[in-house]
């Protein structure tokens, strides 16, 4: 018996040190998916030729809202970076609110630190994960409270990127998340 429909892993999360590649393959597996199945975002850096500057949420639709940067004054800070909660929960939890009554694929690009300042967002993450939506997104290696409390929920499975398994796992990952729109 494998436990039923409830049992199974139907959340997909990718986990690995900054820059391996994480948002590359959700990117990646949302076009090899297609965007009929897919609604909601993931994370892009702004760059300055040679550094990273600042983050954008962006939609699998393509419209996008810069969530933080070095720049902004917000009080609100993760490190160097001023984090325009509204902005994000504005853009985000309605991307995700809309994703949610007409996609089968929800993507999470990323349940971060950044975005755990937002309470919508920790609310409807859970939400998603609890009503067995098939979730694609990315999640830190680092613990954090409210992050764990996700990591750990049986619905859950975590894929860990390296240098050796991100150029092979997505076709693997793929056949996965195939098989369990098959069995919604």
């Known amino acids: 018996m494998d436990g ?12 690995g040190e900054p820059r391996i590649g994480k948002t590359t393959m959700i990117k990646q597996l949302i ?9 909601g975002f993931y994370t892009e850096e702004i760059t300055n030729s040679s550094e990273r500057i600042g983050f954008k949420c962006v939609s699998v639709r393509g419209d996008s809202v810069e969530i933080a940067h070095v720049e ?15 902005a994000f929960e504005d ?16 993507v999470i690009d990323e349940i971060g630190l950044m975005q755990m300042l937002s ?9 998603i994960i609890g009503d067995h939506r098939i979730v694609l ?3 830190p290696l680092e613990s954090h409270p409210e992050i764990d409390k996700i990591k ?33």
């Open 4 to 15: 039923g429909r409830l049992e199974a892993k139907h959340a997909f999360l990718l986990t």
């Open 31 to 39: 076009h090899a998916i297609g965007t009929d199945f897919c609604g």
């Open 72 to 86: 902004n004054p917000s009080s609100t800070r993760i490190g160097r970076y001023g984090v325009d909660v509204e």
């Open 91 to 106: 853009f985000a939890v309605k991307i995700l609110e809309d994703a949610l009554s007409s996609k089968k694929i929800i």
């Open 119 to 127: 309470a919508s967002f920790k609310k409807i993450v859970q939400e």
């Open 137 to 139: 997104g990315t999640i």
């Open 152 to 184: 750990y929920r049986k619905e859950v499975r975590i894929i860990s990127l390296n240098e050796f398994n991100r150029d092979t796992i997505s076709e693997t990952l793929l056949q996965d998340i195939v098989k369990a729109l098959e069995g919604e």
